[in-house]
């Protein structure tokens, strides 16, 4: 975050406006995307089949310590903030952020809707 955030937080809405912005500029390919994901499921199922239970708890806890974490920052928060900072605040990518974003709001523990990125007339 910079200096004029501090205290400000995070909104998920700037998250999602950051990629449906992506979409509109055409540096993010929907089919990629979805390809991406496809390939993260059949590596995250490749993994589930040599994880021990011990391994697996230990990455569910530190999953929810990331998941209350984010729900911190999202309680504390008026405004949005940029993904990628708030990725780096919690030592996570973005893509890691964004599954726990879509996990949370699944779970209706936020809410997430969507905004063209660029404000109408501008």
Not at 50 to 67: G, I, K, Y
Not at 85 to 103: H, K, N, P, R
């Amino acid at each position: 975050m910079t200096d004029q955030d501090q205290g400000a937080g995070f909104n998920p809405m700037g998250m999602m406006k950051k990629m449906m912005g992506q979409m509109q500029e055409g540096s993010m390919n929907p089919m990629q995307m979805c390809r991406m994901m496809s390939e993260s499921v059949a590596r995250t199922a490749e993994v589930a089949t040599w994880a021990t239970p011990e391994l697996r708890a230990l990455f569910d806890d530190w999953s929810s310590q990331l998941q209350e974490e984010l729900l911190a920052k999202v309680a504390e928060s008026e405004e949005a903030a940029e993904l990628e900072q708030l990725a780096e605040e919690l030592g996570i990518g973005s893509d890691s952020l964004a599954f726990l974003l879509v996990g949370l709001a699944r779970n209706g523990k936020i809410k997430l809707s969507v905004s063209a990125a660029v404000p109408r007339g501008e």
